[in-house]
């Protein structure tokens, strides 16, 4: 008892009714035995209690045929007619009873177990039939029915009752009969369990199979056994498993496929500026006696290859921290005005340098909750590249707006634009529209990536319109308030 109570509590009873298979298998025993019950109920106790009253009339009736004929042969006064004794003996020997004719004064003037005669018998129901209440009978306890019947006669078209006749019929024989259908009953019973069981079995096992297929099959993928799509077509639902499963294999290759081609990017890219270096110092080697401007000259080119590099590592590592887990997010209530202030600051040599005008527009103060430091970097890079793709000349205009949902930050530019087909492109990691062109001028092709990642983790949205040769408008849109995933 205490282990079943340690059981109960750990929950590992109804652990086993959490699975499918058990419930079926439950559902199959109740949608059987069910039946078994309400027929039991419904049939056997009906049929001893019908089989009961059915005796109590026939033997009713017959008991007031001779109720008449005692009248007849005036029975009452003088009980010895041959013919109406035969009828009460033959009538208790048929039901294995006993017939007690009692006059109006109580007094039993015949009794066919002939023990009782002359007696007078005290009873509440002989006396309610005396005074006219009709027969009456009960079912006793101790396994007989008694039945009292009046003994009517007609005097002057009044109805008198001359006394009752009080017969006591054995149940034993329906009795005898209902046990020996209920043990056949009960043994059908038995049986009809034992093949519901069976069926039971069988079925929440065959009928999970299917569920088995797909796990064995989700498994021997999972296993790296094979890589084929999963079918299981027994079942619709087995099916939209399989379906989902082969779905999202897909999307892990195609994952795969785009991390692989990742890390390949990242080892040419990074290689290249340590080439470069390889030659630069080979030529230097090979020259016996180099001048010294010659190395000064490859020395400053080396120095560029190496901060080329720094570069792409810092993007990386930022591109990284840009992974869409909210996680790693540091919300706070930042004013966006004064990020963007701040952000055109730091950028105003660089574009004094590339003789670019920077113009920065706040239609409103806007405040909001964002991560400062990812939202910064997203943002420097849409306005770098604005002055880096610029001509001489031109200008750069930043635009900060909100409504009541969201702020949107548009970087315009009179840049040299992006062609059509390249647009699709552009947040793709390491796509450079013109690769020397962007090289020349510092670009790794990373910036628009984590721009991209950065609004995405904001749950903002970034759209881009360009025209080349005239130039190119970012729109950056980003919830007030932040929206944890
Ligand atoms: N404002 C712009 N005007 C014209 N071209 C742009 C602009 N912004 C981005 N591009 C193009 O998109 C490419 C990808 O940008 P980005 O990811 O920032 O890489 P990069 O490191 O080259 O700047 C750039 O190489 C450039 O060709
Ligand atoms: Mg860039």
Redesign the pocket.
């Known amino acids: 008892m205490a282990k079943l109570w340690k059981k109960m509590k750990k929950g590992k009873i109804f652990e086993g009714f959490r699975s499918l298979k058990t419930r079926i298998f439950c559902i199959i025993m109740a949608a059987g035995i069910v039946p078994c019950v309400v027929l039991h109920v419904g049939i056997l106790e009906r049929y001893l209690d019908n089989t009961i009253t059915t005796r109590t009339n026939e033997v009713q009736t017959q008991v007031k045929i001779i109720a008449d004929h005692l009248i007849t042969y005036n029975y009452m006064l003088d009980n010895s007619s041959d013919v109406v004794n035969a009828e009460l003996s033959q009538l208790s020997n048929l039901y294995d009873g006993r017939v007690l004719v009692v006059n109006g004064n109580l007094k039993i003037i015949k009794d066919t177990y002939g023990v009782s005669e002359g007696k007078t018998i005290i009873s509440e129901a002989i006396i309610k039939c005396l005074k006219g209440d009709g027969p009456s009978n009960s079912l006793k306890d101790a396994g007989y029915i008694e039945i009292i019947v009046p003994i009517e006669e007609k005097l002057e078209e009044k109805t008198h009752v001359a006394g009752v006749m009080l017969t006591s019929v054995s149940t034993d024989s329906i009795t005898n009969g209902y046990e020996y259908i209920q043990s056949r009953a009960f043994l059908l019973e038995i049986l009809a369990m034992v093949v519901i069981f069976g069926i039971a079995l069988l079925l929440s096992r065959k009928m999970l199979k299917p569920f088995e297929k797909i796990t064995d099959a989700i498994n021997d993928v999972k296993n790296g056994f094979t890589d084929e799509e999963i079918s299981v077509t027994d079942y619709i639902e087995t099916e939209h498993i399989g379906d989902a499963f082969n779905q999202m294999m897909g999307r892990m290759k195609v994952l795969d496929n785009s991390r692989q081609e990742f890390v390949s990017n990242v080892s040419h890219e990074l290689k290249t500026p340590l080439a470069s270096m390889k030659v630069l110092a080979d030529s230097l080697i090979l020259q016996e006696d180099a001048p010294a401007e010659l190395y000064r000259e490859f020395m400053l080119d080396i120095a560029e290859e190496i901060d080329r590099e720094n570069k792409i590592i810092t993007d990386l590592l930022s591109l990284v921290k840009m992974t869409r887990t909210s996680a790693d997010m540091n919300v706070e209530t930042v004013d966006i005005n004064a990020v963007l202030e701040l952000l055109l600051k730091r950028l105003g040599p660089i574009a004094t340098r590339a003789e670019v005008k920077l113009v920065f527009e706040s239609r409103r103060p806007v405040s909001a909750e964002i991560d400062e430091m990812k939202l910064t970097l997203a943002l420097s890079?849409?306005v770098?590249?604005?002055i880096?793709?610029?001509v001489k000349g031109g200008w750069v205009k930043v635009i900060l707006d909100a409504d009541h949902q969201y702020f949107t930050v548009e970087v315009s530019?009179s840049?040299?634009?992006?062609p059509q087909e390249?647009i699709q492109h552009?947040?793709e990691r390491f796509?450079?529209?013109?690769k020397s062109h962007?090289k020349e001028i510092g670009?790794?092709?990373?910036?628009?990536?984590i721009?991209r990642s950065a609004i995405l983790m904001h749950r903002g949205s970034i759209n881009v319109n360009?025209e080349e040769g005239v130039g190119?408008i970012?729109t950056v849109k980003i919830p007030l308030t932040y929206i944890a995933s």
Do not use: H, M, P, Q
């Open positions: 890079n849409l770098e590249n604005a880096k793709y610029n530019d840049g040299v634009g992006i390249s552009i947040y796509y450079r529209v013109d962007s670009g790794t092709g990373l910036g628009l990536a721009t360009s190119t970012f």
